[in-house]
């Protein structure tokens, strides 16, 4: 049976008992979240306890405070005051200080690799933490990226040469703004190769382009070529790179049938960026809590740094705000304060992990349902999963009421509809749903915060997916384990953890990985002569690829033996020290 009434209370929060615009009912066999991102005050009729139960929802707010509020409060007291509740002052939030790094910035820790691949020092052992610690983790994870310059090592988010650079990138889209008929502005992010016609026939015709190429490591071929490209061609293309490591940290690998170096393009930027032809934007937010994961505070970075320098742009070609020093930092500060703010949840934010991470313990299903701008933000979680942890593509899934994909494959079934109709028919009480909606009465306030409520939601979404995985054994210390090897960066990713994990030679821990990848115990001559291309389209159909190859290293068996292993026990960790015990 399915409760019909349109809300339910739980615990004071204002729940939909029905799909939002629609007359669609919650399914009441699944443990379901709500997400909401409500104004507080707002007095409904009481609900028997009885009829609460139906349906299983979290409130997701904090005990301290007397009145209701949402898991990111969208009201004036909650993001956009100037005031901080005392949650604010925990010494993890406060900590923007050298002290938060955790020692990531020190040169002798893990010389050989840039700031975005290193492991977190705060999250060395995040693997066997509790729900309730994975969330103080991460938190102190994203405090990092509001980190103050110390002047030593790194440039940081808040540093002045990146708040100029911002600056400078926003007056560059302000003119565009002003004058949209010739020109354009392009933001191109990681992808596969042969996409260079897109680009040209995207920008046929124009005469000023402004081109933000994105790479949180500074690695991505896809990326370098095409600012090559821009700087190829510097009368139209005015070239932008985004990322999250020291220059002298991009990749130094040629890229394939080429001699050119993500390196190599980054040094002609820094030279072309002294005449203002060329810009660069990679302060160092540190390392991700799970060592890699880009996705976390490389998207979390990237969304801020963009957003900043287009809101600022618009509000000074159409709202007569000039683009100043202060105004840039000033937005820049309001996403520290919703980091903060989204944080001071961590109460809710333990029950949602909890619960998805005790579904994907059981076999069940993570489902992602979401309305309007939020709708995107679990669509990107849920898509990174399955390369991030290896999760198989339905154990995180996700619905949108605003697509209609049916004709291009089963893997773009996203609607609501779809989600009635494959979805809810098989839900059980092992499955975890999370509703990710908003309601306002105020159109105003619904435009000026609603850039934050995603960051907030954004930095709640990587919480759940991540911290469930850990709790799920995806996780070895703070590594990725059962990472796929199925581009170029995750096989060298792969490569390089094997070596870090197991001390063996690169060679050795290399062809460990070939041997996981074509399932045998002796390579051959084809596969030894193959590129890395070829492997890693090999590795698309393999699963637990890495954490076969590290049981083999360490205890010396055959592929047959270490997936038993693994068969038997599937935390990795415990797996690989019950092999050596």
């Known amino acids: 049976m399915h409760d019909k009434r349109t809300v339910v209370l739980s615990r004071g929060a204002r729940v939909p008992r029905h799909f939002p615009d629609t007359c669609c009912p ?3 066999r699944a443990a379901a979240t709500a997400v909401s991102l409500s104004r507080p005050g ?27 509020q949402a898991l990111v409060s969208s009201s004036s007291s909650g993001i956009s005051s100037g005031s901080s509740p005392a949650a604010l002052h925990h010494p993890v939030l406060r900590a923007r200080s050298s002290r938060a790094t955790g020692g990531y910035d ?26 309730n610690c994975i969330v103080q983790m991460l938190q102190a994870c994203d405090a990092q990226m509001f980190q103050e310059e110390t002047g030593a090592t790194y440039q940081r988010l808040l540093s002045e040469q990146v708040v100029e650079t911002l600056m400078e990138v926003a007056q560059r889209v302000e003119l565009i703004l002003k004058d949209p008929q010739d020109s354009l502005v392009v933001l191109s992010g990681c992808g596969t190769s042969g996409r260079m016609a897109f680009l040209i026939t995207v920008c046929e015709g124009k005469k000023r382009v402004l081109f933000i190429g994105i790479s949180c490591g500074l690695s991505a071929p896809f990326v370098a070529g095409q600012l090559d490209f821009c700087l190829r061609h510097s009368d139209v293309y005015t070239p932008v790179l985004v990322g999250f490591n020291p220059a002298h940290q991009a990749r130094d690998e040629p890229m394939p049938g080429s001699t050119l170096t993500f390196r190599s393009m980054v040094q002609r ?3 072309l960026a002294k005449s203002h032809k060329a810009f660069l934007l990679n302060p160092a937010v540190g390392p991700e809590a799970i060592s890699g994961s880009s996705r976390m505070k490389g998207g979390s970075a990237t969304k801020i740094l963009l957003e900043v320098v287009l809101s600022a742009a618009h509000a000074a070609a159409f709202a007569n705000a000039p683009i100043t020093y202060k105004g840039v930092l000033q937005r820049m500060k309001a996403y520290e304060q919703t980091l903060d703010i989204t944080y001071a949840q961590s109460e809710g934010m333990t029950a949602l992990l909890e619960a998805a991470g005790q579904s994907l313990r059981r076999g069940g299903r993570v489902c992602y349902l979401g309305w309007g701008s939020l709708a995107v933000l679990g669509l990107v979680d849920a898509s990174e999963c399955d390369p991030t942890f290896g999760a198989g593509e339905r154990s995180v899934m996700y619905a949108d009421n605003t697509v209609q994909n049916h004709t291009q494959g089963p893997g773009f079934c996203i609607a609501h509809e779809d989600f009635l109709r494959l979805v809810l028919p098989s839900l059980t009480d092992k499955d975890f749903v999370l509703l990710l909606y908003t309601h306002s009465d105020d159109v105003s306030e619904v435009v000026k915060l609603a850039r934050r409520w995603e960051l907030s939601t954004k930095l709640v979404l990587n919480a759940v997916s991540t911290g469930a995985h850990v709790l799920k054994g ?15 960066k995750l096989y060298c990713r792969a490569t390089r953890l094997l070596q870090k994990l197991s001390g063996c030679p690169q060679s050795q821990c290399e062809e460990a990985l070939l041997k996981a990848i074509y399932q045998v115990d002796k390579l051959t001559v084809d596969i030894t002569s193959s590129d890395i291309n070829t492997h890693t389209r090999a590795a698309r159909n393999r699963t637990k690829v890495v954490p076969l190859a590290l049981v083999c290293l360490l205890t010396g068996c055959s592929l047959v033996e270490a997936r038993s292993y693994l068969e038997q026990q599937p935390i990795v960790r415990d797996a690989v020290e019950a092999c050596l015990s």
């Open 26 to 28: 919650l399914p009441s």
């Open 106 to 131: 020190s040169p002798d820790y893990e010389p050989s690799l840039p700031v975005s691949e290193k492991s977190n020092p705060l999250t060395r052992d995040i693997d066997r933490a509790s729900a």
């Open 474 to 488: 995806k996780i070895y210390h703070n590594h990725m384990i059962d990472v796929q090897a199925t581009n170029s």
């Open 42 to 68: 707002r007095v409904e009729p009481s609900e028997p306890a009885a009829a609460r139960r139906r349906l299983r929802f979290f409130l997701v707010r904090s005990r301290r405070h007397h009145r209701h």
């Open 269 to 271: 930027m820094q030279a």
